[in-house]
C-alpha cells in the first residue's frame, strides 16, 4: 500500500485567502505530481516534479504555484483563491519500477472556495 | 494533444453479470494504467500493460492492451457490488515521468 498523505482532506474557504495544500511521500520517490479532478471528469495534470529543485507546468494551465525543497515534501499553494479553483487536487508519486513508472496516489484535497 | 475515451461512461447492472468497459485514443502509448477510484478518494492503480495484444488477468478482471498500443478493455466477470466505483485508464507516452493522460473514466454501480 501506498504511502502517500495529503492535508487537509477539506477545505472551505473565502475568496482572496492564500492556502497551502500538504502532500507528503515516506517512500522516497523521486517523481511527484498534481493532478486537478472536477466531478466526473478526468485528472489533469497541473505540476510535476523530478526530484529537489525541480518542478514543471503540467498540461493544464494554473495559477497556483508548487516546491519541492525536500523529496518527500510537494505542497501547493494558492496565492488567492477564487470560486473557479474550487476542485480535487490529488498528489501523487511515483518509481522507476520494471522499466516503468508506476504511480501511486494520495487521498486528495477537496477544495471549495465561497 | 493526447486523448483518451472512455466508454461507456456510466454502467449499472446486477450482482453477477459480466461486463466490458473500454479505452480508446489515436495515439500510441508506451504503456497504458488502469486506476479504480471511490468517492472522496484517489485513484488505486490496478494493472499496467505495456505489449501489443497483452493480456493481464487480477482475479474476475482481465485487462487488454489493443495490439497497435491505441486502446485497451476491461472484462469484469461475474460482477460484485465491490466492483463498484470509477475506473480510470491513463495512458503513458513515453517515460511516465512527465504525467499521465487520463481519460473521463466509466462510472460502475453492481446492484446486489
Known amino acids: 500500500e501506498a504511502d502517500i498523505y495529503q492535508t487537509p482532506r477539506y477545505l472551505v474557504i473565502g475568496t482572496g485567502k492564500k492556502i497551502t495544500l500538504e502532500c507528503s511521500q515516506t517512500?522516497?520517490?523521486?517523481?511527484m505530481y498534481w493532478y486537478q479532478q472536477d466531478p466526473g471528469m478526468e485528472l489533469h495534470l497541473i505540476h510535476y516534479?523530478?526530484?529537489?529543485?525541480?518542478?514543471e507546468k503540467g498540461d493544464l494551465s494554473s495559477e497556483s504555484t508548487v516546491s519541492r525543497i525536500r523529496t518527500e515534501h510537494f505542497p501547493l499553494t494558492l496565492e488567492s483563491a477564487r470560486p473557479s479553483h474550487t476542485s480535487q487536487y490529488l498528489c501523487?508519486?511515483?518509481?522507476?519500477?520494471?522499466?516503468?513508472?508506476?504511480?501511486?496516489f494520495g487521498p486528495g484535497t477537496r477544495l471549495t472556495v465561497l | 494533444t493526447q486523448l483518451l475515451e472512455q466508454s461507456p461512461q456510466f454502467l449499472s447492472i446486477q450482482e453477477g453479470e459480466n461486463l466490458t468497459v473500454y479505452c480508446n485514443s489515436s495515439?500510441?502509448?508506451?504503456?497504458l494504467q488502469w486506476y479504480r477510484q471511490e468517492p472522496g478518494e484517489g485513484p488505486v492503480l490496478l494493472v499496467t500493460?505495456?505489449?501489443?495484444?497483452e493480456v493481464k488477468k487480477l482475479k474476475r478482471l482481465t485487462f487488454q492492451f489493443g495490439d497497435a498500443r491505441k486502446d485497451s478493455s476491461l472484462h469484469i466477470t461475474a460482477a460484485q457490488p465491490g466492483d463498484t466505483g470509477l475506473y480510470l485508464c491513463?495512458?503513458?507516452?513515453?517515460?511516465?515521468?512527465?504525467?499521465?493522460?487520463f481519460g473521463k473514466g466509466t462510472h460502475l454501480i453492481i446492484q446486489p
Open positions: 501523487a508519486s511515483s518509481e522507476l519500477g520494471g522499466g516503468l513508472y508506476e504511480q501511486f
Open positions: 517512500m522516497g520517490h523521486d517523481k
Open positions: 516534479s523530478y526530484g529537489v529543485n525541480s518542478t
Open positions: 495515439s500510441v502509448f508506451s504503456s
Open positions: 500493460v505495456v505489449t501489443g495484444g
Open positions: 491513463a495512458g503513458d507516452s513515453g517515460g511516465g515521468a512527465d504525467g499521465l493522460t
